[in-house]
């Protein structure tokens, strides 16, 4: 029984590259949570998704990112035209159906480094 | 949103000790979850307590909702228990405190 998996664990990009984040849910799970920790930070919510549909993306900065989650494959986080700044471990999570009483199951995170 | 503090922001202990640490969230709130966060950055789900008292081995956690707070209990500390300890609070977007740096020395 599979957890939540990411894919790539380690991702390098140059700077003004894209950089795309994968994400499979737990088998059952229909919704998706990405969060970021950037370095020496605590974890902090990006966006919200169920298939198809963006529900919460108030954490999400306003240029360069997106997510979706399409009704068939992984949700994907992608990043354009990358800067340092990025630089964090991307952790997406799963749950089974929405209401705040689920708990949020993680995977083990994509770590970003731009050079 | 929700405001979770968490106490102490770092603790040294000498392996076989036991220790407590402290959440406190701002609102009433249906999820907390407690994740331990080892040297290697994965991220461990230790408990799902909105309510109540769960133990898990060593550890034990206890959340008393109405005064909203989380107490995470580790009893005779091993090294492997080194690593941060997190809580969130959700009302559905998690919320996490700064975290615990705890570090167990041999």
């Known amino acids: 029984n599979a957890g939540v998996m990411q894919n790539p664990r380690h991702l390098v990009r140059r700077r003004g590259q894209e950089a795309r984040l994968r994400c499979s849910p737990m088998?059952?799970?229909?919704?998706v949570y990405w969060y970021r920790q950037l370095p020496e930070e605590g974890l902090k919510f990006m966006v919200y998704?169920?298939?198809?549909?963006?529900?919460?993306e108030s954490g999400m900065p306003k240029e360069r990112f997106s997510a979706e989650f399409p009704k068939e494959g992984p949700s994907i986080l992608r990043i354009q035209q990358v800067v340092r700044g990025d630089s964090a471990a991307y952790f997406c999570?799963?749950?089974?159906?929405?209401?705040?009483?689920?708990?949020?199951?993680f995977g083990d995170g994509t770590r970003l480094s731009i050079l | 949103g929700i405001q979770v503090e968490q106490s102490p922001p770092d603790l040294i202990l000498q392996e076989g000790a036991n220790s407590t640490l402290r959440c406190n969230f701002s609102?009433?709130?249906?999820?907390l979850q407690w994740f331990h966060q080892n040297p290697w950055g994965q991220l461990i789900n230790l408990f799902y307590?909105?309510?109540g008292t769960k133990q898990n081995g060593r550890l034990s956690a206890t959340t008393v909702a109405t005064e909203r707070y989380s107490l995470l209990y580790i009893s005779s500390s091993q090294t492997t228990d080194s690593g941060v300890y997190f809580c969130?609070?959700?009302?559905?977007?998690?919320?996490f405190g700064a975290g615990t740096t705890v570090t167990v020395r041999a």
């Open positions: 999570a799963s749950s089974p159906r929405t209401g705040s009483d689920q708990p949020q199951h």
């Open positions: 998704l169920q298939k198809e549909n963006i529900i919460d």
């Open positions: 088998k059952g799970h229909s919704h």
């Open positions: 307590i909105p309510s």
């Open positions: 969130a609070v959700s009302d559905y977007k998690l919320s």
């Open positions: 609102d009433s709130v249906n999820n």
